[in-house]
Every structure is written in structure tokens, then in C-alpha cells.
């Protein structure tokens, strides 16, 4: 992926942008074995010295597992800052990386980043029905009803569509008297842990997301920790999709499928 010389090397440790662009107008900096001066030269697996010193380019695609804390935004913009992007270790901060689905600044827990896109496509496209595992402490009641509800489908404000069939346990309620339960999704859209509990007849006090299809959050990466995922991580994550997406069971799918309205996945 080519990167501006001045973000290439600043992402390896040569200071701030501006202290980057400093370096190139000295003439230190030679792409290719020539001298570059100009900041914004889009460099990609061109050579970058620095003093006739190469840079190392460091690894050119990553996956990347991340356990969200709560108040940050999956969003690329400054303006919503503190945003996930600033949790990246620094030895992943030359990529692109995407988060594959999204979590509310309010949600906590598990979230995917990679620069590989066709993992984003498989890990978001509804098709698939990857199941994501939700934890939920909520103010009022619900019933068997309730699960009775998410079993079958709830239309939500704005898409006349049913949600795919969901599967809610209700594990009776903390010290503080509020409601637990675990919500299984096969699909993502926006908002919708908290939209479906509200038209449920409760209110989310806390999400925290631990699974997606068969990768569980690991008990030893603590909030706002991120690291590379493991090839087996990898290999559950992918075997839940793999499992789903072959038992298409779901007329409601497939009406959605066949008027071309497929909600994106958040
Ligand atoms: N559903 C929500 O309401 N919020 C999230 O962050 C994820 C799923």
C-alpha cells in the first residue's frame, strides 16, 4: 500500500509529521538512491534511507484482535475522538487498518482490526451469519416473552424487515438489582443490542461483546490491549463463519437476499 514519504517515516519513529517533512527538506532522506525532497512522494516497496541508512518497512499486512474499552470510537475522524486507532501498538501504525464491524463508544469487548479486506468482506457481509456473543446488564423487566421475540424476529424502526432469529438468555439480575443476559446475533445492525432490549421493554445499562463465531475473547488481554491474532484465533474465527454460512436455514435471509436490500453489517 503506498503511504507520503513524511507519514511513512514518521510511522517509524521519525518524529511527528512535521518533524518528518523537517528531515526530507534537509536532503537526508534518498528513495530509491536519490535524494527526496518532496514530502508528499507516495512511497511503496520502493527502498527509504534516512543518513544512507535503510528503513525497515516493517510487516505490510496484519490481523489484529483488540479488547475495546469502553469510550473509545470506531471511527476515523478526530472530531470523535479518543478513537481506536490511537490504541494501535506502534508496530502496526504504518497500515490501514479497518475494524471488521463496529462497537459503540459505549460498548466494550472484542473487536477485529486488519488491513486484509476480503477479511472484512467475509467477517461483515451478513451472508454469512457469524454469531456474535453479547453480555447485557439492563434496567426493567423482561419476560419469556421477550426471548420468545428475538426467536422470531423483531422489526425495528426504519427497516421493515424482521432481525434475523436471535437467541436471549435471561440470567435473572446482579447486586444492583439489574437484569442479566446474553444476546446471540447472527447479524449487525446499527445499534442494534440496545434498539432490540428497548423494544423488548428494557434499557442496556452495559454491552460487552466476548465472541465471534468461535473466537472468544482471551482472558488475558485486558481492556484496551491489542495484539496479532494467532493463526488458531484465526482459524476459530473464520470456522464459525464457515459454519454458518452453510446452514442458510433463514427465509427471512433470503427474502432479504433476493430484493437486494442486505443491511450492512456495523
Ligand atoms: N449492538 C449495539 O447496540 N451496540 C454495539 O456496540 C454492538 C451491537
Sequence with gaps: MATRLDAFLSHRGFGS???????????RVKVSG??????????????????DKPIDVGVESATLIFNKPLGYACSHDEREAPLVEELVPEAFRHLVLETAGRLDRDTSGLLVLTSDGNLIHALTNPRKHLEKRYRITYSGKLSA??????????????????????????????????GLATLHLHEGRYHQV?????????????????RIGGLQLPADLSPGLMRE????????????AETNNNTNTNTDTKNQESNGSIEIEI
Design 17 to 27: 509529521r512535521s518533524q518528518a517533512r523537517e528531515l526530507i527538506r534537509s536532503g
Design 194 to 210: 440496545r434498539r432490540m432490549i428497548a423494544d423488548l421493554g428494557g434499557e442496556v445499562v452495559s454491552l460487552h461483546r466476548d
Design 145 to 178: 416473552h421477550a426471548v420468545k421475540r428475538c426467536a422470531k424476529g423483531i422489526i425495528l424502526a426504519g427497516n421493515p424487515k424482521p432481525t434475523l432469529p436471535a437467541q436471549l438468555e435471561l440470567e435473572g439480575v446482579d447486586d444492583a438489582g439489574l
Design 34 to 51: 536519490s535524494v527526496c525532497r518532496e514530502h508528499g512522494q507516495h512511497v511503496d516497496d520502493q527502498i527509504v534511507r534516512v543518513d
Design 229 to 240: 491474532m494467532s493463526a488458531s484465533e484465526m482459524r476459530a474465527l473464520m470456522s464459525g
